[in-house]
């Protein structure tokens, strides 16, 4: 149902000012449509995509593995780094909430703001439930033994994470 795309390597500009080379690899999922079952779909997918890079993106630096909700751009970034957010791994996943975005574009700001809080309470309850699957069980119990946790923000560049 749902493919990613990989984009060419590049490095960040703000890691290129801090001396950091790295260059990312990001992964997008578009969910063009607007219905909540297509996007939760999308985010089951964006947890399975976590589990099957894992491995290649856990450091002895990796302390989370950090979802992080863009409501207003209806965005969810997920990405393995440090508490501190100073150090994360190479690849990265975006899932693009498209028909999200767009339905709520034309609103007014009182029912804009309403529904950001909503879906917000949407993603992060969705998370949850995928984080409980039976299939995520052994890439969850393999991070834990490496001190890795799962957490969630809708704060972008927040270092207080809420643990799923």
Same mark, same amino acid.
Request: aromatic share 8%.
């Given at each position: 149902?749902? @493919?990613?795309?990989?984009?060419?390597?590049?490095?960040?500009?703000? /890691?290129?000012?801090? &001396?950091?080379?790295?260059?990312?690899?990001?992964?997008? =999922?578009?969910?063009?449509?607007?219905?909540? *079952?297509?996007? #939760?779909? &999308?985010?089951?997918?964006?947890?399975? #995509?976590?589990?099957?890079?894992?491995?290649?993106? !856990?450091?002895?630096?990796?302390? !989370?593995?950090?979802?992080?909700?863009?409501?207003?751009? @209806?965005?969810?970034?997920?990405?393995?780094?440090?508490? +501190?957010? @100073?150090?994360?791994?190479?690849? !990265?996943?975006?899932?693009?909430?498209? &028909?999200?975005?767009?339905?709520?574009?034309?609103?007014? +700001?009182?029912?804009? =703001?309403?529904?950001?809080?909503?879906?917000? /309470? $949407?993603?992060? *309850?969705? =998370?949850?439930?995928?984080?409980?699957?039976?299939?995520?069980?052994?890439? $969850? *119990?393999?991070?834990?033994?490496? /001190?890795?946790?799962?957490?969630?923000?809708?704060?972008?560049?927040?270092? +207080?994470?809420?643990?799923?």
């Amino acid at each position: 149902m749902h @493919s990613w795309k990989k984009h060419d390597p590049e490095p960040s500009v703000f /890691g290129q000012v801090a &001396g950091n080379p790295t260059e990312y690899v990001v992964y997008t =999922l578009s969910v063009r449509s607007a219905d909540d *079952a297509d996007v #939760q779909a &999308g985010i089951v997918e964006a947890v399975a #995509q976590m589990c099957r890079l894992a491995e290649a993106n !856990v450091t002895a630096r990796t302390e !989370v593995v950090l979802f992080e909700w863009d409501a207003v751009a @209806s965005t969810l970034t997920v990405v393995y780094t440090d508490r +501190e957010r @100073s150090f994360d791994a190479r690849e !990265v996943l975006k899932v693009l909430a498209e &028909g999200w975005e767009a339905a709520s574009f034309d609103l007014e +700001e009182d029912a804009q =703001l309403q529904i950001w809080e909503e879906r917000d /309470g $949407l993603v992060r *309850a969705w =998370l949850r439930r995928a984080l409980r699957l039976p299939e995520v069980q052994p890439t $969850l *119990a393999s991070l834990a033994a490496r /001190g890795v946790v799962p957490a969630f923000t809708a704060q972008h560049h927040a270092t +207080e994470f809420e643990p799923l």
